[in-house]
């Protein structure tokens, strides 16, 4: 209990000067009251004098900044229900995931802590705790990182910190644990025609051909692909207009997963593409193929029906299935290849849909077309990603050229 001095200041326990709004309590703890500028009342406690006067320094380095005062009672996940109710412009796919990775991530453990609370080291010491009990791989990490990094931004922005926690710290993890995002691999020329030429002639996947000979002859993301339409193309002119995708989530309020059209993440996604004469013709295949089986398309999403790309049920084509096809194609193919013999066979190497993406993309840089064509043609909003792409293809030709001249080098000066 503070104790009263003749000049009227009250003193603690151990005769020392307390300042207005502090006191100390029978049982030693200080606190200290004051009104923030709403008018309320608002306390904090310690259990040292030295202590006190460190909380109310920030304080009042708070009040002086702007920051409001509510926020020290705030946890992350207030906050982050916060942003879920604010956030605006994202696909419901992508919110949802956002969702489900938070919830099951950071929810149970830091999430619980008061934003005012968490510094960097709390997030360096999750941040370690996700990448070596967990074991996440660096891409969910990654995920989990930008909601993070979105949610204390608002909370800056808002006046409720005064920096963010998580700047620079998936920077930092990367380089402690020597993460590494791998490159995406393109085929080769003899690997892609190895693929194609497997396709085409083998009886018991050439129902495959023409979605894989799409995929790789256009460039599209799976969703774009499996979501094309008999309408979205011109077989007359040659032309494939993209102007949306087909997503497969967890909605809110539903059991199970099911499949929905969004439009093109931005402006730029919303394009056409030329076909080339095999792309042509594997439209034609599959139309075909259609015909010849009596199958047609018995799905309606959205609003959207005559999918091009369709199971033997007529519903649209799960990237799931289209990505276990590819193994069963990579396993036989490699076992027939190296069945016939011989030295050094081509065999396929493990891929996924998107590998034909990043093959059709290599093909481009390869032939030397102009950069923002090739932006165009896939639908980057940033040409940084062309450029990257662009950079690391160009990279790998000039080593080879290189390589073949030090090759001519050596036949002219040791003939």
């Known amino acids: 209990m503070a104790i009263k001095a003749k000049h009227g200041r009250r003193l603690d326990k151990d005769r020392l000067t307390l300042r207005k709004g502090e006191t100390q309590r029978k049982n030693g703890m200080y606190d200290y009251r004051w009104t923030s500028s709403d008018g309320k009342r608002h306390s904090i406690y310690a259990s040292t004098l030295e202590e006190l006067r460190k909380k109310e320094e920030e304080i009042l380095q708070d009040q002086h900044d702007g920051i409001k005062v509510e926020v020290r009672q705030m946890a992350l996940n207030d906050m982050f229900e916060l942003w879920c109710d604010l956030k605006r412009g994202l696909k419901d796919n992508t919110f949802q995931n956002y969702k489900y990775m938070y919830n099951m991530f950071v929810r149970p453990q830091i999430g619980r802590m008061k934003i005012s609370a968490i510094k960097k080291l709390d997030i360096k010491r999750f941040y370690n705790t996700l990448a070596d009990e967990k074991v996440l791989t660096i891409a969910t990490i990654d995920n989990i990182h930008t909601i993070l990094h979105q949610v204390f931004d608002m909370a800056v922005d808002d006046s409720y910190l005064r920096k963010n926690p998580t700047d620079n710290m998936l920077k930092e993890l990367k380089q402690s644990h020597n993460f590494e995002v791998e490159k995406r691999k393109a085929f080769t020329l003899p690997e892609q025609n190895l693929f194609l030429d497997f396709l085409k002639r083998n009886p018991q996947y050439q129902h495959w051909y023409p979605v894989f000979a799409v995929m790789l002859g256009t460039g599209m993301r799976v969703g774009e692909a499996t979501g094309l339409r008999w309408c979205d193309i011109d077989l007359e002119e040659g032309i494939i207009h993209v102007n949306h995708t087909l997503v497969y989530y967890h909605k809110e309020g539903q059991t199970g997963c099911s ?7 931005t402006k730029a996604g919303e394009r056409t593409i030329p076909m080339m004469d095999f792309v042509k013709e594997a439209f034609l295949l599959e139309k075909q193929y259609q015909q010849e089986i009596n199958l047609y398309c018995q799905a ?27 193994q069963r194609i990579i396993r036989d193919c490699n076992d027939e290849v190296l069945l016939k013999g011989g ?73």
């Open 300 to 326: 309606t999403v959205d609003g959207y029906t005559d999918f091009i790309f369709i199971n033997r049920f007529g519903n649209v084509q799960h990237h799931g299935t289209l990505n276990k096809a590819i």
């Open 259 to 265: 499949f929905a059209v969004n439009t093109p993440k």
């Open 343 to 415: 030295k050094s066979p081509v065999l396929l190497p493990k891929f996924s849909c998107h590998s034909l993406r990043h093959t059709f993309t290599t093909r481009l840089c390869e032939s030397g077309m102009n950069v923002k064509v090739i932006q165009d043609v896939l639908g980057h909003a940033d040409i940084s990603t062309t450029m990257n792409i662009y950079v690391d293809v160009t990279k790998d030709m000039k080593q080879k050229e290189f390589n073949a001249l030090g090759e001519y080098f050596d036949k002219i000066a040791f003939p």
